[in-house]
């Protein structure tokens, strides 16, 4: 059997599942989730055992420090991880809601409902967490999905998955709900891609080069979460004081995510009194400053920002900063060089908010709070399957409606266009 | 000045404009559009005679009777496109309403707010009046649209983009809010559709084949309007005079267009009673019938349908019967060889209605009508871009809100993430 064939015929049973999938209850879905959660901890052991086939692999192959943490399940991460589907559980099921309905002049009774989008491919790297992830919030939302992790996590991802679809299996969950591609071919993802009427969505989770390949194989339609170039911008009218404790917060909290700040704007007649202090404050938490030629001049352990610097995520406790004239410089600067994902404004100015909030192109644009909040938990929708920087479809954190899309149903009484 | 940097200046000016564009209000987008409309009124001759050249060119070029018709700008559809023109600018305008508003414990203020998806490519063939209906509703949703419209209507679709462009200029339009390519360049598709960061959506508009090289091509999300397979299920519970209108109507009332019936399945135990009626039916209309063994016995004029007669859209008065045993048979059948676009049950049975409704996996399903309503205008949406046969984004007609996305806007008093 070839690779082809053999991608077809788990794309046929995924589109198989899906239909069965359309018809199961919240409640039943629920249970079955639960089931997997019970079943990932009465299979421990064993995962914990595939996985240290695949640390001792990493090791020999000379993995990171970095990723071979990543990459390792302890009880803590296995523990989240049933924490995780039972929390999805317990999430509200968006699927069958009515999302609008209406009359029409001529009696017809139109309803656009949420179903699920259908059969999902998600193709990821390195950390085998994500299966269980993954796999859950889109059972939740009754959508087929054919997982493919990064080869590292194997042995991982075949324990998770095998857990879940064992769990599930005995309360009822339809075959093929949760496939995982465990060949380690690399054109499968490419057979993923082009699977036209199997596959309705892929999602690639990873670094740029991951995305951009998938994105540019894809015949089926992508959405991208790519990286976050963040911007806070203090204004002349900001409060200082929660100017320095938003900044700090926005690049220090977490650096390494694509909420965090890269770029700090300082509005040119704020400047003298706040940068000295913020300077202060990113020095004592060892964050490398580069900046622009005016920004420089206040403090000599500033390094020169160069053109690149602008459009670079640094995911480290590095931070380049850039003095601005005025509000519409600093709303020019994040959109040329942002990465549309999320940007905030320090102002008392509500005119200077405004203008903020209305033409900075971002998925989240802030007022007066730091940007690390774009995440589906903080945005109240319960979980998240990441943070789309695409404008269509899902834009910003995708929660379980996002998951979903609709159809419109239309009841009449023998109408026929005239 | 290679193509490829001529494409991608365009991107760049259509980007800029973009950023002009959100900033308008509805009632100065209106006023463009009014302007348009007169200065197409006031240039009628001179598209005429633009169009005069492209139907000459085109009888040359032997172009078929109903190509030449579609190409031909007539009085009255000159009337219609100015008159399209003046119905767009009285729907309301979507941009900058809110979609939902929620606070979260921490203070923040969430709004998730319609906004222009940005830069939008429409690739379409003959008909030179998708120049004035694409570009005005990208317009109204301030949307930067690039037209790429066929070779056989360049004269007419410059002259339309010219004077629409020259009636907004006059009114205050951002330069570029409508650019036409007008390179008979090939490459010019490719490049509008690999356009990451500048072209937000690509639309193909016209056949499978342009649509499928545009979706395999594109690095950019595309929407796609296919064909539309769309199924009439007879149930044994129906009224047969309704079932005989609907099913009449939905064959015959349009048969070139994507809603129009092309497979019409009956339940066995009503065939006796309604298929002899509804044949003598679509015979006096001139129906061609191709039915399955069963279907066939009914008429000796039925022509057998082969397996490749579920899956055709014949746009034409020629239509497929089978006979099927039951609801599920129905739904499995539509589910396998349907589009996915617009499917209709008749029925009094409230039970296989539910059932239809819930499993049928199309972008319109309907009970007791016809599914010639899948129209932007006949649910009550004002206008249609097109029907998208796709699940992300939007699905089915897609109106002035379907070219809108979101962004989140979030307004803090100094919240950090802890």
């Given amino acids: 059997m070839t690779l082809h064939s053999k991608m077809i015929s788990m794309g046929d049973r995924a589109v198989i599942a899906a239909r069965e999938m359309a018809k199961l209850s919240a409640k039943k879905k ?9 079943e990932i901890t009465a299979q421990k052991e064993t995962i914990q055992a595939a996985n240290a086939r695949d640390v001792s692999a990493g090791r020999e192959a000379g993995l990171s420090a970095a990723m071979l943490d990543r990459l390792e399940l302890t009880d803590a991460r296995i523990d989240a991880m049933v924490k995780g589907l039972l929390d999805v559980a317990a999430l509200k099921d968006p699927v069958g809601t009515t999302i609008s309905d209406w009359n029409r002049p001529n009696g017809l009774q139109i309803k656009k409902v949420r179903v699920p989008i259908g059969v999902i491919a998600i193709i990821y790297e390195s950390r085998p967490n994500v299966t269980a ?19 590292e996590a194997a042995y991982s991802n075949a324990a998770i998955a095998k857990a879940m679809r ?33 596959v309705d969505l892929i999602i690639p989770r990873g670094g740029e080069g991951l995305i951009k390949a998938v994105s540019e194989m894809a015949w089926v339609p992508v959405i991208k979460h790519c990286k976050g170039i963040c911007h806070t911008f203090v204004d002349a009218a900001a409060d200082i004081d929660m100017a320095l404790d938003i900044s700090e917060n926005a690049k ?167």
């Fill in 166 to 198: 064992e769990g599930g299996a005995e309360k009822g969950m339809p075959d093929n709900a949760i496939q995982l591609v465990e060949t380690p071919d690399r054109n499968a993802v490419r057979e993923l891609a082009q699977m036209v009427g199997k």
């Fill in 30 to 38: 629920n249970s079955i989730l639960e089931a997997m959660a019970d």
């Fill in 133 to 151: 992830d993954a796999a859950s919030l889109c059972f939740k939302t009754a959508n087929a999905v054919i997982l493919r992790g990064g080869k």
């Fill in 252 to 418: 220090c909290h977490r650096p390494g995510v694509c909420n965090a700040m890269e770029t700090l704007l300082v509005h040119r007649d704020i400047a003298a009194a706040f940068l000295p202090r913020m300077i202060e404050r990113f020095k004592a938490r060892g964050v490398e400053l580069r900046g622009d030629e005016d920004t420089q001049k206040f403090d000599a352990a500033i390094k020169p920002a160069t053109e690149e610097d602008w459009t670079t995520e640094y995911l480290d406790m590095i931070l380049s900063i850039r003095i601005v004239d005025n509000v519409q410089a600093a709303i020019d600067h994040i959109n040329t060089y942002g990465s549309h994902h999320s940007d905030a404004i320090v102002t008392t100015d509500e005119k200077a908010a405004k203008a903020f909030l209305a033409e900075v192109d971002s998925a989240a644009v802030y007022v007066n709070a730091s940007t690390r909040f774009t995440d589906g938990g903080e945005f109240g929708m319960g979980a998240e399957i990441g943070i789309s920087t695409d404008k269509l479809h899902a834009r910003g954190p995708m929660g379980l409606e996002e998951l979903t899309t609709y159809k419109f149903t239309v009841s009449g009484t023998g109408q026929i266009r005239e």
